[in-house]
């Protein structure tokens, strides 16, 4: 069974850098797939932040590309996010997922339980 | 970009039949996946490909999708459905492919 579990600091600072790390278990990332971020503000809806192959190929979403780094360890089996100069707007529950693939699209099958992330001075 | 729709709230009878829609502009072309997500929980894929469920997900949840409208049935309502539900695409047509969420809708059971 695939598991996800994010770790990281749970109150950044305004301006600073976001950094959350994504262990991967029951699966080797190096096997293939890829792997995602997705955040939830507080009450509201799910956000793509980025994805990875294990190869290290990474998508952005545009809105968010200038401020987002995603690295893949193949040898520690995690992933990992760094977002900056955030802001309050950044505050989200912040997961991880396994990206599986039919043959024309891409889902998000195996998530992490999440962590919230407030940004605040 | 491209802009999933969904109503802000749908509410069911238990036992009776619930149906979520999904708008988009020739949403038909694409895979649409769906997620039910109860509170403080993560979300969990209910239907991907527009219809297929994965293993461990009831079959009283179905998917299909046309036009400009995508649709996620839950029969025979029970409690433990009340969730919220998002549709979800790939994106392909521009230069960079992004994943899409839609605005999620509330299912609520009387």
């Known amino acids: 069974q695939v598991q996800l579990q994010e770790s990281g600091p749970g109150l950044v600072k305004p301006s600073e850098t976001l950094s959350l790390t994504c262990a991967v278990s029951g699966y080797s990332i190096s096997s293939g797939y890829y792997w995602g971020w997705i955040r939830q503000p507080p009450g509201k809806g799910l956000e793509w932040i980025g994805s990875?192959?294990?190869?290290?190929?990474?998508y952005y979403n545009p809105s968010l590309k200038s401020r987002v780094t995603i690295s893949v360890d193949t040898s520690k089996n995690q992933f990992s996010l760094k977002l900056s100069s955030v802001t309050a707007a950044d505050t989200a529950v912040y997961y991880c997922a396994r990206i599986s693939s039919s043959l024309t699209d891409y889902y998000f099958d195996y998530w992490g339980q999440g962590t919230l992330v407030t940004v605040s001075s | 970009s491209y802009v999933l729709t969904q109503p802000p709230s749908v509410s069911v009878a238990p036992g009776q039949t619930a149906r979520i829609t999904c708008g988009g502009n020739n949403i038909g072309s694409k895979s649409v996946h769906w997620y039910q997500q109860k509170p403080g929980q993560a979300p969990v894929l209910v239907v991907y490909?527009?219809?297929d469920r994965p293993s461990g997900i009831p079959e009283r949840f179905s998917g299909s999708n046309s036009g400009n409208t995508a649709t996620l049935t839950i029969s025979r309502v029970e409690a433990g459905d009340e969730a919220d539900y998002y549709c979800q695409v790939w994106d392909s047509s521009s230069d960079h492919p992004y994943y899409v969420f839609g605005t999620g809708t509330k299912v609520t059971v009387l």
């Open positions: 990875i192959y294990h190869s290290g190929s990474t």
């Open positions: 490909d527009d219809s």
